[in-house]
């Protein structure tokens, strides 16, 4: 669900860009991904894949959202009404989810914001 | 390969294209890189010309593809087209001097254009910190905008651009449905976006150059306003609204998203420039699809930019980082297409 390269992935590319002298900056940001992952845990990712796994079955996380994406794909979700709202819903949580901790700055300012 | 500017050879070989090329000797004093361009390498060049037709000391640029490549976007002799084109029309970009399309020179083509002053910095831009009025940046970058959308096709100067497409808005959704697909992880956000630009598509319109990447970041300023627009490898015949959506698309505004039009200005005000200065009535609709295919076209975008380093191997912090961004366009894509 998250996208990648994931906190730990992240965490080495910003170490080897220390040692490169790469912007501070950026190193920075990389290891505050990292830490705000790993603080979350599986568990925000686990509340996701249950409400998938109603429609879908069990499953891991990868697979419900890829059959998901090929049904938003095939036009399952194109009419108003109570399935697009809750595909809707459902989007809303997982990208606010990734947002927060991909860039939680973006995010304070986005809401802040009225839409 | 990357440009490997300490390497003697390279070096040798730029300073004889640079007396090749303006009749004089040239004496290299300064090569370094600048900061930015995560596509092309952008090099800071100094030259002594003794003589020729570029006499005495020049602050020039060395532009050149970075050294893994997205797969897409104009090569260098296409982009050099463009920039010939867009600074015979009076358009503030940098003057194109010369184009190597020869990869012995320096180890790839390259193509050499002066160096402008001021800065392309986003936060120092949007922040104020330049100076100058925001309202002045934000018409100076309107009437540019208009300036480059008065190019129409057919133009044999640009052939590198291709001909334009009778449906620009149609070409581009099936550009990113198929970049889409050779991703390997599923994109929910994503496939809803397409489902959305294919259900809401607009008519086609008359093409026009277009940018392609028009935003805070992509052109350079001072206190007294716009100097020069950067970046032009993803001009493209299209749509004018293209250029207007992408300009205002949430990732643009770097801290400042409550002035939509680049962090600079509210959108109103942006929109109402253009709209005196190019004579077009922008839709409103219309501009709104094509902000949802920028967000749309930026996710697919930062999924290559992440592959370069993950897959790619070419070892860049900000590429890696790049693949966290698709969550801002998730979020603009949800956003603009909430029911209404």
Not at chain 2, 7 to 35: K, M, V
Not at chain 2, 271 to 295: N, P, T
Request: with cysteine; proline share 6%.
């Amino acid at each position: 669900m998250r996208d990648r390269p994931d906190g730990a992935t992240l965490r080495a590319h910003a170490a080897a860009a220390l040692e490169r002298g790469e912007d501070p900056a950026l190193v920075a940001r990389a290891f505050a991904i990292a830490e705000r992952e790993a603080a979350a845990g599986m568990a925000p990712v686990e509340a996701i894949r249950a409400r998938l796994a109603r429609r879908y079955g069990e499953a891991p996380i990868e697979t419900l959202l890829a059959q998901l994406a090929a049904e938003i794909r095939a036009g399952a979700f194109d009419a108003e009404g109570p399935a697009q709202a809750e595909l809707r819903r459902l989007l809303w949580d997982v990208t606010l989810l990734k947002l927060a901790e991909s860039n939680p700055e973006y995010l304070a300012a986005a809401r802040a914001v009225p839409i | 390969m990357p440009f490997d500017a300490e390497s003697g050879a390279a070096r040798a070989g730029l300073r004889r294209f640079l007396c090749d090329a303006t009749g004089a000797a040239a004496e290299i004093r300064t090569l370094q890189r600048l900061p930015g361009g995560a596509v092309q390498e952008n090099w800071r060049l100094d030259v002594d010309f003794a003589g020729g037709s570029l006499a005495g000391r020049q602050s020039l640029v060395l532009r050149t593809g970075a050294a893994t490549t997205l797969g897409f976007g104009l090569d260098c002799a296409a982009e050099f087209q463009v920039l010939r084109a867009v600074h015979a029309a009076g358009i503030a970009a940098p003057e194109p001097l010369f184009l190597c399309g020869d990869a012995e020179v320096i180890g790839k083509p390259f193509c050499l254009m002066r160096r402008l002053a001021g800065d392309a910095a986003p936060t120092r831009i949007v922040s104020g910190a330049l100076g100058g009025a925001r309202d002045t940046l934000i018409a100076d970058l309107a009437r540019a905008l208009a300036a480059i959308h008065r190019l129409a096709p057919p133009r044999r100067d640009l052939a590198g651009l291709g001909p334009a497409p009778p449906d620009a808005a149609a070409a581009r959704l099936a550009q990113c449905r198929e970049w889409l697909a050779r991703d390997g992880d599923p994109h929910p956000v994503a496939e809803w976006a397409l489902r959305w630009l294919a259900r809401y598509a607009p008519e086609p319109v008359a093409p026009v150059l277009c940018h392609g990447d028009f935003r805070t970041g992509n052109f350079l300023a001072d206190a007294a306003g716009l100097i020069g627009i950067l970046d032009w490898e993803f001009a493209s015949w299209s749509d004018p609204h293209e250029d207007l959506g992408w300009f205002c698309l949430g990732s643009w505004r770097f801290g400042a998203y409550a002035r939509e039009a680049g962090g600079i200005a509210p959108r109103a005000a942006f929109i109402a420039a253009y709209e005196a200065a190019s004579g077009r009535r922008v839709e409103r609709q219309r501009l709104r699809w094509w902000e949802v295919m920028a967000a749309l076209r930026w996710l697919v975008i930062a999924l290559r930019q992440r592959d370069r380093c993950l897959l790619g191997g070419e070892p860049s912090l900000d590429l890696a980082l790049t693949g966290r961004r698709p969550a801002e366009c998730e979020f603009e894509i949800l956003k603009l297409t909430e029911a209404e």
